[in-house]
């Protein structure tokens, strides 16, 4: 316990600093790739979003999550139009894809109302169905547009979200928040990350420094799982912290695959 103890504080000291939660702008004139890049992005920091909100909850100061959630919530806004309005136009006859865009902006606008209102575990709740249900809405309007190298792209957004969203259903449970399968969410959540490191790690797209980057994820994740499996209780601000640099890491490793995509 004392050994636990110890480790938990010399991380703690190091987690100070500034947050890696910020909107990208959208990237105007940019190719496919890059815009896909962005729409994995807009699944992604929708998480960060839903953290920064539960923080808040929680009464944390740590990194001001108030702060970054109204900035974000504006810039987000933003590129959400651009988005829908850039595949829009790319997605020509494909009008289901299209009405998956309308359904991923309306679910938008409906957690939007909730994360400029003070905190409730009931719309934390709401928000986190409706952002996953708006993630898979994006999958969607995507998918007539996706070529092997870009649906490996979006795999790395999914790798992204795997620990943010272990966390914010850690920082819920803390905060009182109700979960009916609290215990079968976060155990799917983490089987999907081994099974998206796997076939990340066994793709055309990766060099030796994907690989290392990946191997790196990897082990960072052992936390999400050791804390998950233990009957300690974490510290808000070091999951949050956590969960960022994750994110930086999976973010690398886009970088990568982006250069070698086609």
Known sequence: MRQLRNIILSLFILIEGASAFEIDPFPKGAPLLEIFSTNCLQMTQSQQMLKAYVMIG???????????????????????????????????????????FDKALALWNNNKKMLISPPSKENALQIRKNFLLMINQLLVGTKPLATPDLELISLTGKLCRKPLEVTIDYLMKIWGVEFKEYDKDVQNIINNYHKNIKTLSANKLNNSESRKLLKKAEREFKFFEFMYNSKSRFIPSLLSKKADDNFIIIRKIKKVFKKQAK
Do not use: C, W
Not at 58 to 80: C, G, T, W
């Open 58 to 100: 929680l009464e944390s100061k740590f990194q001001n999550p108030q702060k970054d959630l109204d900035k974000a919530i504006v810039d987000y806004d933003k590129r959400m139009h651009q988005v829908r309005e850039y595949f829009y136009r790319k997605l020509g006859s494909h009008t289901e894809a299209k009405k998956a």
